[in-house]
């Protein structure tokens, strides 16, 4: 019976191979440094990351770096092979360790994700299908998907927090802390989960007042915008993001998620919509924040030209077009509101989570309480977004281009009320106080 155990697990393991788990960083930085030669060769590494980011290295400088690198690798090639979790409490930490024993990247390493995403490609694979309680005919998706964020707490309050970062201007200035809008936005993609923030950032649209709501999810007047809306060259903004770990490893996570592929029915080389759409949003919140480019259509940019190039023209456009024409993003976004026209995931998802107000909605059925009437609301809302627009259309002198968060606070007994009273529930019947009255009438009288 054993022997017959073990066959069986050694023709499992050959059936359904597994990979051997990715090392953290962090932990491969531990261990490391439990080796006085190893930590003394990676503190090198550093004086020698500190020395490139004032000025270039020079050749000799250089040459004495790539050897302490080559001789810490050497000793533990753990280092080399390490990788970090998106939004974890030590992610800074472990790109900092993960970028300093690549001293001078290769163009190729700069394309390779630094990230693990080994044990999250079924899970958004779950993602984008569970997007389908988007489809709703005739529904601003944008606005609902707001509402979802607002009945989930914790999507709700970061989401206002955000806005409040985005919006509030620097003491005596009409401009925003980029620094700190950054910051609030990377928070909010962070924390909330997927279901909620990625909703929010990529429902899809049929007409320009939901696609206005979805292009101005991330503030662009503070998020990437500059007082005089002047656009920075794209090469001089790669530059300035590949001076920063995070603001690198994001877009090295970009260029190896949605890489282009036409051998693969996403359009993507990974062949993962998921991976793409998680990518692309981490880019929010850094130098090279992407967005909208109008309120017409799902087509993306980043926020810069290619002027003045020079001879790096080509290399910039480029650049631009793996944003502008990229069929992997492209088809990415499309599919996240589109899941019945998704390619055949090997991976089967788990049920998609129904949103909170359809929970709420079958809650309320269950326990027979009055049908509330969401469209009031819904309208409403609409009608104060419309306002909106045509104030800010009419007002160029308005400071921040975001559309206003309807009541984050909001509950599904005030989603269904309304301050004209017109989605009030009906009054008490007054049968009932009269047929009580006549019943005492009659007694009294057959007393008497």
Excluded at 81 to 107: M, N, S, T
Excluded at 144 to 172: H, M, W
Excluded at 343 to 366: C, E, G, Y
């Amino acid at each position: 019976m054993a022997l017959s155990l073990q066959v069986v697990i050694l023709s499992t393991s050959q059936i359904f191979p597994f990979l051997a788990p990715v090392t953290d960083c962090v932990e491969a930085h531990r261990v490391c440094s439990t080796d006085p030669q190893c930590e003394a060769l990676y503190r090198g590494l550093e004086l020698c990351a500190v020395d490139a980011s004032v000025a270039p290295l020079g050749e000799q400088e250089a040459s004495e770096c790539l050897e302490r690198q080559d001789a810490l690798l050497a000793k533990h090639p753990s280092l080399l092979a390490c990788k970090c979790q998106r939004g974890f409490r030590k992610e800074e930490r472990c790109l900092r360790i993960y970028w300093r024993v690549r001293l001078l990247p290769g163009r190729e390493e700069l394309e390779i994700s630094p990230y693990d995403d080994s044990m999250i490609d079924s899970r958004m694979a779950s993602l984008v299908s569970g997007s389908s309680f988007m489809q709703l005919d005739g529904e601003n998706q944008c606005l609902k998907a707001a509402q979802d964020c607002g009945l989930y707490e914790k999507c709700g309050a970061l989401r206002s927090d955000y806005v409040f970062s985005c919006t509030k201007p620097i003491p005596n200035t009409s401009r925003c802390n980029q620094y700190k809008c950054h910051r609030a936005l990377r928070r909010f993609l962070e924390r909330v989960p997927e279901e909620y923030s990625l909703g929010v950032l990529f429902c899809p649209c049929t007409n320009t007042l939901c696609g206005e709501r979805r292009r101005k999810t991330i503030v662009p007047s503070c998020s990437y915008q500059d007082a005089e809306s002047l656009q920075p060259n794209c090469l001089h903004q790669q530059s300035f993001c590949r001076r920063d770990d995070l603001c690198r490893s994001r877009l090295a996570d970009f260029l190896s998620n949605c890489q282009p592929s036409h051998l693969t029915a996403s359009g993507c080389l990974k062949d993962s919509t998921g991976l793409c759409l998680r990518a692309y949003a981490g880019l929010i919140g850094t130098i090279m924040t992407p967005n909208y480019i109008s309120n017409n259509s799902a087509d993306v940019s980043l926020w810069c030209n290619c002027e003045g190039s020079g001879n790096q023209w080509q290399e910039c456009l480029r650049l631009q077009r793996l944003f502008t024409h990229n069929s992997c993003l492209r088809n990415s976004i499309s599919w996240m509101g589109s899941p019945g026209s998704l390619p055949s995931d090997p991976t089967q998802p788990p049920a998609p989570r129904p949103s909170p107000l359809v929970q709420k909605d079958k809650l309320l059925n269950s326990n027979r309480l009055p049908e509330l009437n969401n469209d009031v609301v819904e309208s409403k809302e609409e009608e104060e977004l419309t306002q909106t627009v045509e104030e800010e259309e009419a007002d160029e002198g308005g400071q921040f281009d975001v559309i206003p968060l309807y009541s984050e606070r909001a509950t599904v007994s005030n989603l269904g009320s309304s301050e004209a009273g017109g989605a009030a529930a009906p009054s008490a019947s007054p049968t009932k106080p009269v047929l009580l009255l006549l019943l005492l009438l009659t007694t009294a009288h057959s007393w008497g």
